[in-house]
């Protein structure tokens, strides 16, 4: 089974960059997809890109489209998801979770990381 460990938030000012990552602690190919969520506070999670471990293909929810970049490093066995011009409304706490199985942004998400919080102030 994969554990999963986030890494990388902070707290930045509007329009800053930061680059988060999650690191898998065993084999991430057993997985067909790692995913990012995040939740901000008082909201419900959301999905914010999906990386297919053995394809080029990566979802991105519409609001995070041009401004962050998710993508798999073979080598350290993680995913990483860049964030450019982040906005205050990008404050959550960012989660990362896999699936063995994905269609689009849905899948079977497990093994779910601890979070790292991103906080943006304007």
């Known amino acids: 089974q994969v554990q999963l460990e986030e890494s990388g938030g902070g707290s930045v000012q509007a329009g800053e960059s930061l680059t988060l990552s999650c690191k898998a602690l065993g084999d991430i190919r057993q997985s067909a997809c790692v995913g990012w969520f995040r939740q901000p506070p008082q909201k419900e999670r959301e999905v914010v890109a999906v990386?297919?471990?053995?394809?080029?293909?990566?979802y991105y929810v519409d609001s995070v489209k041009g401004r962050f970049t998710a993508s798999r490093d073979g080598d350290e066995a993680a995913v990483h998801l860049k964030m450019k011009n982040l906005k205050p409304e990008d404050t959550a706490m960012y989660y990362c979770?896999?699936?063995?199985?994905?269609?689009?942004?849905?899948?079977?998400?497990?093994?779910w990381g601890q979070g790292t919080q991103v906080t943006v102030f304007s």
């Open positions: 990386v297919y471990i053995s394809g080029s293909y990566i």
């Open positions: 979770a896999s699936s063995e199985w994905c269609q689009g942004a849905n899948g079977d998400w497990r093994n």
